[in-house]
């Protein structure tokens, strides 16, 4: 039997599947596992589960040890993940694509709603217990149809948020490294455009990207003063894919009309000029976060280190 360490709770029909063939080793809480018990914990470890709020990185994989085979993270974003150094190592890594697409993209488009509509400045009048009545220019937002939203990375994720948009009627561009399906283009009647022209054209921004060297602060203050100053950005792939002090100055301004935002910067914290705004929809990373998604994400991460301990190629490999 070798030894799985799980850096946080994950649902249990993951850990009584790795634990029909190892031995497993489960952080319960309370909170989140500290580094110094992680890197006490991991030591002698054959396989490591790990949650996106870990940090994997050569100080842990060292404190390991050799016989480390795989980290399976939870997650299909893998920033926590120092992949070249596992690769060095002979360690495989593993994340989890596929089964969050579609409730990552809800969320997306809860937030689209939310900012465009202002269904968050809405709960928040009526919780206050300000009097309020209807009226004809009562919380004015903006309707979607005949809208153009701007895709930003068009993986599964990107896809699934158009194929929404396009049910309410907008219109879509995209900006992926690469052309998608020509036949998913031509169903969702999508257009493949570079990030200046998407700024400029688009009446909703929402990124998907992958977060990295090359993603970091790729909506700034330039990239916000180039869209349209009645357009909304929504981000549920990594919090500092934006430069999130310039997004809240560009809001306080009226550089852009709104924002929604899944996910931080500095996670949890949240800059402190966004909580001050009326037009930024706020929600504490829920992209994955349903029962049927979070199970099929743990599942598939025991899956990927079962699959590595019996010497086998696992379902989604990083890379
Ligand atoms: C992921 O899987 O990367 C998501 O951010 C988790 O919600």
Known sequence: MSKVVVTGRVPEAALEKLRTEH??????????????????????????????????????????????????????????????????????????????????????????????????????????????????????????????????????????????????????????????????????????????????VSDVVSLHCPYGPNTHHLIGAEQLTAMKDTAYLVNTARGPIIDEAALATALRDGVIAGAGLDVFEHEPTVHPGLLELENVALVPHLGSATVETRTAMAMLAADNTLAVLRGEQPPTPIG
């Open 23 to 200: 031995d497993v080793d489960a952080w319960t809480g309370p909170g989140s596992i500290s580094r110094e018990e992680l890197l006490r914990r991991v030591a002698g470890a054959d396989a490591v589960v790990s949650l996106l709020t870990e940090r994997i990185d050569a100080e842990l994989l060292d404190a390991a040890g050799e016989q480390l085979k795989v980290v399976a993270n939870v997650a299909v974003g893998y920033d926590n993940i120092d992949v070249p150094a596992c690769t060095e190592r002979g360690i495989i890594a593993a994340n989890t694509p596929g089964v969050l697409t579609e409730a990552t993209a809800d969320i997306a488009f809860g937030l689209i709603l939310m900012a465009t509509r202002r269904l968050g400045e809405g709960e928040r009048l009526i919780r206050s217990g300000q009097a309020w009545k209807w009226g004809m220019f009562f919380l004015l937002g903006s309707s979607l149809q005949g809208k153009t939203l701007g895709i930003v990375g068009m993986g599964g994720i990107g896809q699934a948020t158009a194929r929404r948009a396009k049910a309410f009627g907008m219109e879509i561009v995209y900006q992926s490294r690469s052309e998608i399906d020509p036949a998913i283009a031509a169903e969702l009647g999508a257009r493949r455009v570079e990030l200046d022209e998407l700024l400029a």
